[in-house]
């Protein structure tokens, strides 16, 4: 029986705070986002117990304020992923040995200080650094972080704790689960702090040392990250954070030979790319990598002629458009029934209408800008083209303005032909298209549905009639890892809701469950004989 295994906390889910006016923890966020503004902070890589200044320094800008200059970050280069392997290695013998319990200490310090003294800084950086509203920030970087990191210890004890079922007398068999041989490189996105914050972690939870490489744009909160897990007693050398370019870091990390696997959130492309390069280098490894990847999405909500107008419609707005589309989660094909086309088409045309576009630091904005200037330019381009084309129409928005941040209006797209370009690939910004269908053919949409895009991430169905719910739930078991009945197709809970697709939205790991754990360890059973055999004779050699 593991020391204490029965002591640890029962997780519950961190409570999602209102920010509403007059409240304590509106005002507490406004001072951190006074606070951050104020000043220019100079970011260093996190490499063993340094922090590393280059000099050849990048800029981070609001994206909803472009010209303003929240901090510096340094930049490294080939010689920063070859010191950080060195240091996570240099690590890895006494963090491996660490007594479980005393690793899981560190990460429930985290989350403590993530709910606590941390909350309102991380979420201001989050707000700032990545363009969320006060209620965005709130649930990913402070909630969903702080229930990764209690969530999944209570799933590391858990897998300590199985145990072979049967050991018969004079013979013990037992199962330790061992960390991977060699370091783990955490390759994290922009869009979700807590998403970058749990891939590191969770490796490092079951003993493994990591590289980790955010998002340029995501590197403002990243550095608040690093910031807590180091006050929470993380051990120098166990997470080393640097910010290098992609063809630099894996130059050297997939031709280093204690590679032992990488932990990925981001595009499909990159993604695959990776998978490949892994692949003729395999023979370089002392191991077989871990390849561990949530990738893109073509989201999309079924709407059936049952369906309660209402739940259909916010669940559609909210679904397309909070974080301004930027969810690998988010909505972003619509199949709408001919019967209730233009009772839903004035009712979103009216919510739509409503946001307030602008800066994250008016409360009162429901729609931020878009990351960068490159998503900018790739939504922009899109929309401009559905205009153009004549298989689709823009009916609700349509505007975009990068003068001061990156603001691209919600727009809705009405595809005339149901592979319409917005309706396959993946654009990753507040553009929803609406394919409307005969309610007559409600089956031959289900296959639609299931065969329009190379993803499998999200879905949601809304409808009353309880034989077409049960009829989509089946018909599309594999177009979603994360599948909704008369909800939206965003907003997966830790410990209720574990996420991740499969198809071209990856391998279905499951971030926040046992599942994802159970690929940074690797099993090793040991037998014990007490009374062992002195004798190679077996009975059925004796002669009668």
């Known amino acids: 029986m593991l020391k204490g295994f029965f002591n640890v906390p029962t997780p519950i889910n961190e409570p999602v705070y209102s920010y509403a006016p007059g409240s304590k923890e509106r005002a507490l966020l406004q001072q951190a986002l006074q606070s951050a503004s104020a000043q220019e902070l100079d970011i260093p890589m996190y490499i063993g117990g340094e922090e590393i200044r280059t000099g050849n320094k990048g800029e981070i800008h609001p994206p909803h304020n472009h010209k303003h200059l929240l901090a510096y970050y340094h930049k490294g280069e080939k010689q920063h992923v070859e010191a950080a392997i060195k ?8 963090w491996e040995n660490l007594p479980w319990e005393e690793r899981a200490a560190i990460f429930l ?5 993530i709910a606590g003294k941390y909350r309102y800084k991380l979420n201001a950086a989050t707000m700032l650094g990545q363009s969320k509203n006060a209620f965005q920030a709130e649930i990913d970087s402070a909630c969903e972080i702080v229930d990764f990191l209690r969530f999944n210890v209570k799933y590391m004890t ?9 050991s018969p007398s004079g013979v013990w ?3 330790e689960q061992r960390p991977l041989e060699g370091f783990v490189f955490a390759l994290t996105p922009f869009n979700f702090t807590a998403i970058a914050g749990n891939l590191p972690s969770c490796v490092a939870m079951m003993g493994n040392v990591v590289v980790w490489k955010p998002s340029n744009t995501q590197i403002y909160s990243a550095n608040v990250l690093m910031e807590i897990f180091r006050e929470a007693g993380l051990p120098d050398g166990v997470i080393n954070l640097i910010y290098v370019s992609g063809p630099d870091a894996g130059e050297v990390i997939f031709n280093h030979p204690d590679f032992a696997g990488i932990h990925f959130t981001g595009s499909t492309a990159v993604f695959q ?12 490894y002392k191991s077989y990598p871990r390849i561990v990847g949530e990738t893109g999405g073509k989201d999309f909500i079924l709407v059936h002629p049952s369906a309660d107008v209402k739940v259909a419609n916010t669940a559609i707005v909210r679904g397309a458009f909070e974080f301004q589309g930027q969810k690998c989660s988010a909505a972003s094909r619509v199949y709408i029934p001919k019967s209730l086309w233009q009772q839903l088409k004035e009712m979103m045309t009216e919510d739509i209408q409503s946001f307030k576009i602008g800066p994250t630091e008016d409360f009162s904005n429901f729609i931020n800008a878009v990351i960068d200037e490159k998503s900018f330019d790739k939504l922009a381009k899109a929309i401009d083209q559905a205009k153009a084309d004549e298989d689709a129409e823009v009916i609700i928005g349509g505007n975009y303005d990068k003068s001061k941040g990156y603001f691209i209006h919600p727009t809705v ?19 929803l298209t609406v394919y409307v269908y005969e309610d007559n053919q409600w089956e031959e949409t289900l296959e639609l549905v299931d065969r329009t895009s190379i993803y499998a991430l999200t879905g949601a169905v809304i409808a009353q009639d309880r034989y077409a719910i049960a009829q989509a739930t089946s018909f599309l078991k594999n177009a979603a890892g994360n599948f909704y009945i008369n909800d939206k197709c965003t907003g997966a809970v830790v410990g209720q809701q574990p996420f991740g697709g499969a198809r071209g939205s990856g391998t279905n790991d499951k971030a926040g469950s046992m599942i994802n754990l159970l690929r940074w360890v690797s099993p090793r059973t040991i037998k014990e004989t007490f009374n062992a055999a002195t004798d190679y004779r077996y009975p059925f050699l004796e002669q009668e």
């Open 87 to 94: 240091a996570a290695l240099d690590a890895k013998n006494n």
């Open 109 to 113: 310090k985290a989350a403590d200080l």
């Open 158 to 166: 858990e897998i300590y704790a199985q145990q072979p079922p049967v």
């Open 173 to 175: 068999n037992r199962l």
């Open 273 to 284: 790319d990776i998978w490949k390069t892994i692949g003729n280098n395999i023979h370089k």
């Open 413 to 431: 797209i009405l595809a005339k032909k149901a592979d319409y370009v917005t309706m396959t690939e993946e654009l990753f910004g507040p553009v």
